[in-house]
């Protein structure tokens, strides 16, 4: 079982829609990145968060340290938000090193 | 500023031959990390160096390893490649001795890796 988990797998939505993708972790993580990446490979940081909430544009990524869980919410979706979204937890009980969720593929339709 | 640079872009390589890989990162960032993607596995973090020094490391066999040199570019060797190797081969760079838990990390576009 992979230690980091994410869903859904895929999503498809309309322009327009709120959309909502979720990582769950197994071990204590002391960081988490969400991450997107475009055909073509290439990978842009979204968020690192901590704690909290944070809020970049129409972008917006949670994390709640006790569950082991964070969501990063799109709203008002575009067509240019369709990539593929991964999270990545920090964990030095893990080693100190970054383990990846397997993704969420993303497509908003117009 | 330039962003990180990775060379080459693609490379094909021979089952039993080794390879070796450069990231450049930006300019000032002293923390560089690796990553491993493929279909089946998804990302995978190789290592992490900072100031020349490995700091932390993936779980990948001793046939990866890499360096970083006194102005922050680094390398990753992989020895007698096998066919599970290929992959693409991203490096990112960080702007604080917070490395990996750093606000940010910048990607390079990676280094397309084919081993037949």
């Known amino acids: 079982k992979n230690e980091v988990e994410q869903s859904p797998q895929n999503l498809t939505a309309q322009e327009g829609e709120f959309i909502t993708i979720n990582c769950s972790y197994s071990?204590?993580?002391?960081?988490l990145h969400w991450l997107q990446q475009h055909p073509g490979g290439g990978i842009v940081s979204l968020f690192m968060?901590?704690?909290g909430k944070k809020k970049h544009g129409r972008l917006i990524a949670t994390i709640n340290i006790q569950e082991k869980h964070s969501s990063l919410h799109i709203t008002a979706s575009h067509p240019r938000d369709s990539a593929v979204y991964i999270c990545?937890?920090?964990?030095?009980?893990?080693?100190?090193?970054?383990?990846f969720g397997g993704g969420t593929r993303v497509l908003v339709k117009p | 500023k330039a962003g990180v640079t990775q060379t080459p872009r693609y490379l094909i390589k021979t089952r039993g031959q080794q390879v070796t890989l450069s990231c450049s990162p930006i300019?000032?960032?002293?923390?560089v990390s690796w990553y491993q993607q493929t279909p089946g596995q998804g990302l995978q973090f190789l290592f992490e160096?900072?100031?020349?020094?490995?700091?932390n490391k993936g779980n990948f066999p001793g046939r990866f390893s890499g360096r970083q040199f006194s102005n922050s570019r680094s390398e990753m060797n992989v020895s007698t490649l096998e066919l599970g190797d290929s992959a693409l081969y991203l490096c990112?760079?960080?702007?604080?001795?917070?490395?990996?838990?750093?606000?940010?990390?910048?990607f390079g576009s990676g280094t397309q890796l084919s081993v037949l």
């Open positions: 990112a760079s960080s702007s604080s001795d917070r490395g990996l838990t750093n606000e940010k990390l910048f």
């Open positions: 071990v204590g993580i002391s960081a």
């Open positions: 968060l901590s704690s």
């Open positions: 990545a937890a920090y964990s030095k009980a893990a080693g100190n090193k970054l383990t």
């Open positions: 300019s000032g960032h002293r923390s």
């Open positions: 160096y900072f100031s020349e020094t490995q700091r």
